[in-house]
Protein backbone atom coordinates (compact mmCIF):
# COMPACT_ATOMS: atom_id res chain seq x y z
CA UNK A 1 0.00 0.00 0.00
CA UNK A 2 2.77 2.12 -0.26
CA UNK A 3 2.43 5.18 -2.77
CA UNK A 4 1.51 8.47 -3.10
CA UNK A 5 -1.66 10.19 -4.53
CA UNK A 6 -4.20 7.73 -4.88
CA UNK A 7 -7.49 8.32 -6.54
CA UNK A 8 -9.53 6.29 -4.24
CA UNK A 9 -8.92 5.75 -0.11
CA UNK A 10 -6.88 2.40 0.59
CA UNK A 11 -6.61 0.29 3.35
CA UNK A 12 -5.04 -2.80 4.10
CA UNK A 13 -5.24 -4.87 7.67
CA UNK A 14 -3.96 -7.37 9.53
CA UNK A 15 -5.06 -9.54 12.56
CA UNK A 16 -3.28 -12.24 15.13
CA UNK A 17 -4.62 -14.03 18.15
CA UNK A 18 -2.46 -13.97 21.05
CA UNK A 19 -3.28 -15.97 24.38
CA UNK A 20 -3.48 -13.09 26.93
CA UNK A 21 -6.35 -10.31 27.77
CA UNK A 22 -7.60 -7.64 25.75
CA UNK A 23 -6.27 -5.60 28.81
CA UNK A 24 -2.89 -6.90 28.91
CA UNK A 25 -2.61 -6.86 24.98
CA UNK A 26 -3.30 -3.45 24.71
CA UNK A 27 -0.98 -2.64 27.50
CA UNK A 28 1.76 -4.93 25.57
CA UNK A 29 1.24 -3.16 22.47
CA UNK A 30 1.52 0.34 23.81
CA UNK A 31 3.82 -0.42 27.05
CA UNK A 32 6.53 -2.39 25.84
CA UNK A 33 6.49 -1.28 22.53
CA UNK A 34 10.13 -1.15 22.38
CA UNK A 35 10.48 -4.35 23.89
CA UNK A 36 8.44 -6.17 20.88
CA UNK A 37 9.32 -3.67 18.08
CA UNK A 38 12.77 -5.66 16.31
CA UNK A 39 15.76 -3.86 16.42
CA UNK A 40 17.55 -4.08 13.14
CA UNK A 41 19.31 -2.04 10.67
CA UNK A 42 16.22 -1.01 8.85
CA UNK A 43 13.67 -0.87 11.22
CA UNK A 44 13.40 2.59 12.20
CA UNK A 45 13.79 6.02 10.68
CA UNK A 46 17.14 6.41 12.26
CA UNK A 47 18.67 3.29 13.36
CA UNK A 48 21.18 4.47 13.76
CA UNK A 49 21.17 6.91 16.63
CA UNK A 50 18.39 5.04 18.32
CA UNK A 51 17.49 4.23 21.71
CA UNK A 52 13.98 3.98 22.78
CA UNK A 53 10.54 3.24 21.07
CA UNK A 54 7.56 5.36 22.73
CA UNK A 55 3.80 5.91 23.17
CA UNK A 56 2.73 8.26 25.70
CA UNK A 57 -0.44 6.93 27.11
CA UNK A 58 -3.21 9.24 26.27
CA UNK A 59 -5.18 11.24 23.36
CA UNK A 60 -2.56 13.49 21.73
CA UNK A 61 0.26 11.68 23.02
CA UNK A 62 3.21 11.41 20.75
CA UNK A 63 4.46 7.40 19.18
CA UNK A 64 8.61 8.54 19.32
CA UNK A 65 11.86 7.41 18.36
CA UNK A 66 14.07 8.85 21.13
CA UNK A 67 17.52 9.58 20.26
CA UNK A 68 19.11 10.91 23.51
CA UNK A 69 19.03 10.26 27.44
CA UNK A 70 16.81 13.11 27.95
CA UNK A 71 14.43 12.11 25.07
CA UNK A 72 14.55 15.80 23.73
CA UNK A 73 16.29 14.88 20.55
CA UNK A 74 13.16 12.54 18.92
CA UNK A 75 11.35 11.57 15.99
CA UNK A 76 7.46 11.95 16.00
CA UNK A 77 5.83 8.91 13.86
CA UNK A 78 2.16 9.37 15.05
CA UNK A 79 0.03 10.92 17.15
CA UNK A 80 -2.45 8.90 19.60
CA UNK A 81 -6.14 9.87 18.40
CA UNK A 82 -7.93 6.95 20.37
CA UNK A 83 -7.26 5.64 23.71
CA UNK A 84 -9.17 2.99 25.44
CA UNK A 85 -7.02 0.57 26.95
CA UNK A 86 -8.23 -2.79 26.44
CA UNK A 87 -10.28 -1.87 23.97
CA UNK A 88 -8.97 0.25 21.07
CA UNK A 89 -5.70 2.25 20.14
CA UNK A 90 -5.84 5.00 16.77
CA UNK A 91 -2.96 6.49 15.48
CA UNK A 92 -2.55 9.10 12.90
CA UNK A 93 0.94 8.96 11.14
CA UNK A 94 2.82 12.31 11.40
CA UNK A 95 5.08 11.18 8.44
CA UNK A 96 2.42 10.62 6.11
CA UNK A 97 -1.48 10.57 5.47
CA UNK A 98 -1.97 6.90 7.09
CA UNK A 99 -4.71 6.39 10.04
CA UNK A 100 -4.24 3.33 11.91
CA UNK A 101 -6.97 1.24 14.11
CA UNK A 102 -5.30 -0.99 16.33
CA UNK A 103 -8.51 -3.44 18.05
CA UNK A 104 -8.48 -5.70 20.81
CA UNK A 105 -11.37 -7.86 21.22
CA UNK A 106 -11.84 -10.91 23.78
CA UNK A 107 -11.66 -14.55 21.99
CA UNK A 108 -12.03 -17.64 23.99
CA UNK A 109 -8.87 -17.71 26.46
CA UNK A 110 -7.60 -14.59 24.47
CA UNK A 111 -7.59 -11.66 22.34
CA UNK A 112 -8.24 -11.37 18.41
CA UNK A 113 -5.83 -8.02 17.54
CA UNK A 114 -6.61 -6.23 14.65
CA UNK A 115 -4.90 -3.40 12.62
CA UNK A 116 -6.40 -1.27 9.79
CA UNK A 117 -4.61 1.08 7.80
CA UNK A 118 -6.38 3.43 5.63
CA UNK A 119 -4.47 6.35 3.28
CA UNK A 120 -7.29 8.54 2.55
CA UNK A 121 -8.05 9.58 -1.24
CA UNK A 122 -5.15 11.86 -2.58
CA UNK A 123 -3.15 10.92 0.54
CA UNK A 124 0.34 9.39 0.89
CA UNK A 125 1.41 6.00 2.57
CA UNK A 126 5.64 6.52 3.33
CA UNK A 127 5.43 3.73 5.36
CA UNK A 128 3.03 4.67 8.47
CA UNK A 129 1.04 1.43 7.59
CA UNK A 130 3.63 -0.69 8.82
CA UNK A 131 1.85 -1.49 11.73
CA UNK A 132 -0.06 -3.77 9.51
CA UNK A 133 3.61 -5.61 8.60
CA UNK A 134 4.66 -6.08 12.30
CA UNK A 135 1.81 -7.34 13.85
CA UNK A 136 1.96 -10.90 13.27
CA UNK A 137 5.51 -11.51 12.83
CA UNK A 138 6.69 -9.41 15.83
CA UNK A 139 4.16 -8.31 18.24
CA UNK A 140 2.05 -12.49 18.03
CA UNK A 141 5.24 -13.97 19.20
CA UNK A 142 6.47 -10.98 21.72
CA UNK A 143 2.96 -12.13 23.55
CA UNK A 144 3.52 -15.73 23.54
CA UNK A 145 6.78 -15.47 25.34
CA UNK A 146 6.04 -12.03 27.51
CA UNK A 147 5.24 -14.08 30.92
CA UNK A 148 8.63 -15.32 31.14
CA UNK A 149 10.44 -13.00 28.86
CA UNK A 150 13.04 -10.36 29.91
CA UNK A 151 11.53 -6.76 30.20
CA UNK A 152 15.50 -5.34 28.81
CA UNK A 153 15.02 -4.72 25.89
CA UNK A 154 16.76 -7.03 23.20
CA UNK A 155 19.05 -5.73 21.19
CA UNK A 156 21.89 -6.45 18.56
CA UNK A 157 25.61 -6.76 19.59
CA UNK A 158 28.35 -4.67 17.61
CA UNK A 159 29.52 -7.43 15.46
CA UNK A 160 27.31 -8.91 13.07
CA UNK A 161 28.49 -12.05 10.77
CA UNK A 162 27.61 -12.20 6.67
CA UNK A 163 27.43 -15.40 4.88
CA UNK A 164 26.70 -15.58 1.40
CA UNK A 165 24.78 -17.95 -0.36
CA UNK A 166 23.49 -19.24 -4.12
CA UNK A 167 20.12 -20.12 -2.44
CA UNK A 168 20.04 -17.39 0.56
CA UNK A 169 16.70 -18.16 1.32
CA UNK A 170 16.78 -21.91 1.41
CA UNK A 171 20.18 -21.72 3.58
CA UNK A 172 17.90 -19.32 6.28
CA UNK A 173 15.78 -21.51 6.53
CA UNK A 174 18.55 -24.44 7.11
CA UNK A 175 20.17 -22.34 9.57
CA UNK A 176 17.47 -21.86 11.50
CA UNK A 177 15.81 -25.19 11.76
CA UNK A 178 19.04 -27.23 12.12
CA UNK A 179 21.24 -24.86 13.79
CA UNK A 180 18.56 -23.29 15.75
CA UNK A 181 19.16 -19.90 14.49
CA UNK A 182 16.70 -17.69 15.88
CA UNK A 183 14.54 -15.92 12.88
CA UNK A 184 13.29 -12.22 13.94
CA UNK A 185 10.70 -12.58 11.63
CA UNK A 186 9.03 -15.26 9.21
CA UNK A 187 11.51 -16.35 6.82
CA UNK A 188 9.96 -16.10 2.82
CA UNK A 189 9.29 -19.14 0.80
CA UNK A 190 9.00 -18.90 -3.58
CA UNK A 191 11.99 -17.84 -5.59
CA UNK A 192 15.88 -18.23 -4.74
CA UNK A 193 17.75 -15.75 -4.61
CA UNK A 194 14.65 -13.65 -3.54
CA UNK A 195 14.18 -10.54 -6.02
CA UNK A 196 14.91 -6.93 -4.08
CA UNK A 197 11.50 -5.85 -3.94
CA UNK A 198 9.92 -9.29 -3.06
CA UNK A 199 11.66 -9.09 0.47
CA UNK A 200 11.82 -5.21 0.98
CA UNK A 201 16.02 -5.52 1.47
CA UNK A 202 18.62 -7.91 0.03
CA UNK A 203 19.23 -9.64 2.76
CA UNK A 204 17.84 -12.00 5.64
CA UNK A 205 18.42 -12.11 9.10
CA UNK A 206 19.23 -14.27 11.78
CA UNK A 207 20.22 -13.95 15.28
CA UNK A 208 22.94 -16.19 17.08
CA UNK A 209 22.17 -15.24 21.17
CA UNK A 210 22.81 -10.85 20.53
CA UNK A 211 24.47 -11.26 17.28
CA UNK A 212 23.46 -11.23 13.91
CA UNK A 213 23.68 -13.42 11.41
CA UNK A 214 23.50 -11.92 7.71
CA UNK A 215 22.48 -14.00 4.64
CA UNK A 216 23.03 -12.54 1.43
CA UNK A 217 23.53 -13.96 -1.95
CA UNK A 218 26.35 -14.08 -3.62
CA UNK A 219 27.69 -11.32 -5.28
CA UNK A 220 26.79 -10.79 -9.29
CA UNK A 221 29.15 -12.88 -11.51
CA UNK A 222 30.40 -14.89 -8.26
CA UNK A 223 29.62 -18.63 -9.08
CA UNK A 224 28.54 -21.02 -6.37
CA UNK A 225 31.15 -23.36 -5.01
CA UNK A 226 31.57 -25.77 -2.57
CA UNK A 227 31.95 -23.21 0.41
CA UNK A 228 35.05 -24.83 1.96
CA UNK A 229 36.94 -21.70 2.78
CA UNK A 230 39.50 -20.83 5.52
CA UNK A 231 36.38 -19.04 6.94
CA UNK A 232 35.37 -20.74 10.64
CA UNK A 233 32.72 -18.76 12.18
CA UNK A 234 32.63 -19.72 16.00
CA UNK A 235 28.76 -20.34 17.68
CA UNK A 236 28.68 -20.44 21.35
CA UNK A 237 25.82 -22.57 22.57
CA UNK A 238 24.48 -22.86 26.12
CA UNK A 239 24.55 -27.14 25.94
CA UNK A 240 27.25 -28.19 22.83
CA UNK A 241 26.13 -31.82 22.88
CA UNK A 242 21.91 -31.01 22.74
CA UNK A 243 23.25 -28.76 19.54
CA UNK A 244 25.31 -31.23 18.48
CA UNK A 245 22.32 -34.04 18.61
CA UNK A 246 19.91 -31.21 16.83
CA UNK A 247 22.28 -31.15 14.11
CA UNK A 248 22.53 -34.09 13.33
CA UNK A 249 19.12 -35.25 13.47
CA UNK A 250 17.59 -32.42 11.25
CA UNK A 251 20.62 -32.12 8.63
CA UNK A 252 21.85 -35.43 9.22
CA UNK A 253 24.80 -37.26 10.21
CA UNK A 254 27.18 -35.69 7.07
CA UNK A 255 25.82 -32.37 8.47
CA UNK A 256 27.97 -32.54 12.32
CA UNK A 257 31.57 -33.53 12.84
CA UNK A 258 32.40 -35.78 16.09
CA UNK A 259 32.09 -33.98 19.25
CA UNK A 260 35.67 -33.12 20.75
CA UNK A 261 36.90 -31.08 23.77
CA UNK A 262 40.92 -31.36 23.35
CA UNK A 263 41.21 -27.87 25.36
CA UNK A 264 38.96 -28.57 27.70
CA UNK A 265 36.47 -26.82 25.29
CA UNK A 266 33.68 -28.90 24.27
CA UNK A 267 33.14 -28.45 20.13
CA UNK A 268 31.98 -29.66 16.44
CA UNK A 269 32.30 -28.61 13.26
CA UNK A 270 29.25 -28.57 10.76
CA UNK A 271 28.71 -27.97 7.34
CA UNK A 272 25.86 -26.07 6.04
CA UNK A 273 24.09 -27.24 2.88
CA UNK A 274 26.26 -25.44 1.04
CA UNK A 275 29.36 -26.65 2.07
CA UNK A 276 30.53 -23.83 4.32
CA UNK A 277 32.11 -24.81 7.85
CA UNK A 278 30.59 -24.01 11.31
CA UNK A 279 32.40 -24.62 14.75
CA UNK A 280 29.88 -24.93 17.57
CA UNK A 281 31.86 -24.14 21.35
CA UNK A 282 30.31 -24.49 25.06
CA UNK A 283 29.21 -21.26 26.21
CA UNK A 284 30.38 -20.65 30.11
CA UNK A 285 27.61 -20.49 32.59
CA UNK A 286 28.18 -16.40 32.41
CA UNK A 287 28.12 -15.57 29.03
Same mark, same amino acid.
Given at each position: ???????????????????????????????????????????????????????????????????????????????????????????????????????????????????????????????????????????????????????? @?? !???????? %? =????? &?? #? /??? $?????????????????????????????????????????????????????????????? @?? !???????? %? =????? &?? #? /??? $?????????????????????????????
Amino acid at each position: MTGTGTDEAMSTSSEVEVPVSPAVAFAAFTDELDLWWVRGPINHFDGGRLREMRCEPEVGGRLLEVYDEAGDDVLELARVTAWEPGSRLALQSSLDDVATEVTFEPVGEGTRVRVVATVPAGGRDAGGSVWVRVLGKWFGPWCARREGASRG @VR !DIGRLALT %V =RYARP &AA #A /ARW $LADVFGFEAPEPLPEGPDPLPHTDYGHPWLELRAGGASVVVEPLPEGVAAGPGDTADLPWVY @VD !DVEATHRR %V =RERGG &AE #A /AGD $LESPWGLPFFEARDPEGRRWRFVQARPTM
